[in-house]
């Protein structure tokens, strides 16, 4: 079972299991993810989507709705969510929410770093 430690005040989740070079990987996987011209992801078509998912290396990037409504976050506000999950999560694996970035009155975006399966 994988062991966490849990920040309920900056709602950050990080596993205890380092990865080596998961942060650069997860840069680039996070780099390909497909957005308009104003920031906000979206997948083919622009269409607009309730997740983005993206892969390299060994890292998978998430960025989800916790209520299934669009996601609204830009690339800007999504790159210091990814970077406070580099930032403390020190080569492991993790994952923080913020309030807002949907469409939805009482969704999150939740944006998650992890290990890509083999």
């Known amino acids: 079972m994988l062991r966490t430690e849990r920040s309920y005040t900056s709602r950050r989740l990080c596993a205890y299991q380092a990865i080596?070079?998961?942060?650069?990987?997860c840069n680039r996987a996070f780099s390909g993810l497909r957005t308009r011209h104003d920031g906000i992801f979206v997948g083919d078509g622009e269409r607009m989507m309730t997740a983005t998912y993206n892969s390299w290396g060994t890292c998978n990037v998430a960025i989800v709705s916790s209520d299934t409504s669009v996601l609204t976050v830009n690339r800007e506000d999504a790159t210091a969510k990814i970077y406070q999950i580099i930032s403390t999560c020190d080569g492991k694996w993790g994952s923080i929410a913020m309030s807002g970035g949907v469409k939805g009155r009482n969704g999150r975006a939740i944006f998650t770093l992890s290990a890509k399966l083999k």
Do not use: D, R, V
């Not at 080596?20 to 990987?25: A, D, K, L, M, Q």
């Open 20 to 25: 080596p070079n998961f942060y650069h990987f």
